[in-house]
C-alpha cells in the first residue's frame, strides 16, 4: 500500500511539472524591417481556431532581455502555466523579448559613482527598436480571427512595467486591462490612458533598484484624473514584488473579468 501511494505521488508529481513545462510555450520570430523580435506564446488547451480567446502580453524586466527566446519565461510564466489558470482562463499568452541593446521604454538610465541606476522617462520621442517592434507585432495580432479584440491585456515587471505604461500611451484604445510590477513612466502621460481603461499597480516600499516613488506618483495621477485603478504597495518587498503581485489571488480574475465592452 505504502508503495502504491509513493507510486501515486511520483504520478502527480510528475503530471505537474509537466504541465508546467515552459516548452509549452511555442518559439516564434516575428520580423518586421530586417529586425527581429522573439517571441513565445502559449494557445489554450484544446485550441480551436473558429473560437475568440482573449490576448494575454506580458513584458518582462531587464535581466530577462537578449536573443535566445527563453530568459524571457524566467517570471511570470509559471502563473499561466498553472493547470487551474489554464482549465479556467482559456488564454492566447505572449511573451516577447526586447534585445540587449534595445528597451521596452523611452527612458534615460545614467549609473551613479555607487552603481546604482537612475531613471528619466521621457515625455515624448519616437518609440525605441523594441517598442517599434512590439507595435507592429501587436498589429499583427489584431488580424487573427481567434483573438477576441475586446479581451486584450498587457501586464509587465520592472522594464516591463515600465513598458506596459509606453504600450498604453502609444495603444490606449487597444487594451481592457493592464497591470504594471515595480515600473516606472513621465507622470506627463499617464492623462493620455488613465480612463481609457482599469489598471493594478504593484511596488515594493523597499526597492532599491526602481523606486516605489515612480508607481506612487502614477498612482496619484490616475487618482487625480479619476481613474478606475488599484494600487498594492508592500513594506517588506525589495525589487522582487513580482512575487507578491504573482501571489495576489485576485490579480489573475481580475484582469480577465475586463473588457472593452
Known amino acids: ?109 545614467t549609473t551613479d559613482e555607487k552603481g ?24 499583427e495580432l489584431e488580424d487573427l480571427s481567434y483573438l477576441d479584440h475586446n479581451r486584450f491585456y498587457v501586464g509587465g515587471l520592472s522594464m516591463g512595467g515600465m513598458g506596459t505604461y509606453e504600450l498604453l500611451r502609444r495603444e490606449r484604445n487597444t487594451f481592457a486591462a493592464a497591470f504594471a510590477i515595480c515600473g516606472g513612466s513621465n507622470v506627463s502621460n499617464v492623462k493620455k490612458y488613465a480612463n481609457k481603461l482599469p489598471l493594478w499597480l504593484f511596488h515594493g516600499l523597499k526597492d532599491d533598484v526602481v523606486k516605489p516613488d515612480f508607481t506612487i506618483n502614477i498612482a496619484n495621477e490616475l487618482k487625480r484624473l479619476g481613474a478606475d485603478y488599484k494600487l498594492n504597495l508592500y513594506p517588506n518587498a525589495n525589487h522582487n514584488s513580482w512575487d507578491a503581485a504573482f501571489a495576489e489571488p485576485e490579480l489573475l480574475p481580475w484582469i480577465f473579468s475586463k473588457s472593452k465592452n
Not at 517571441?39 to 494575454?56: A, G, S
Not at 535581466?63 to 489554464?86: C, T, V, W, Y
Request: with cysteine; net charge positive; charged share 25%.
Open 116 to 139: 546604482k541606476r537612475n531613471f528619466e522617462f521621457l515625455k515624448g520621442g519616437k518609440p525605441t527598436q523594441a517598442m517599434r517592434l512590439l507595435r507592429s507585432y501587436l498589429k
Open 1 to 109: 500500500m505504502k508503495r502504491f501511494s509513493v507510486l501515486i505521488a511520483f504520478c502527480l508529481c510528475f503530471i505537474s511539472i509537466k504541465a508546467q513545462d515552459k516548452s509549452a510555450f511555442v518559439k516564434t520570430i516575428f520580423v518586421s524591417k530586417g529586425d527581429t523580435l522573439p517571441v513565445r506564446i502559449l494557445y489554450p488547451e484544446n485550441f480551436d481556431h473558429t473560437k475568440k480567446y482573449p490576448l494575454m502580453l506580458f513584458l518582462h524586466g531587464r535581466g530577462e532581455s537578449g536573443n535566445d527566446n527563453e530568459k524571457q519565461l524566467i517570471h511570470g510564466s509559471k502563473m499561466f502555466l498553472d493547470p487551474a489558470f489554464r482549465a479556467k482562463y482559456p488564454a492566447v499568452v505572449v511573451f516577447p523579448q526586447c534585445s540587449d541593446d534595445s528597451y521596452w521604454a523611452n527612458v534615460k538610465i
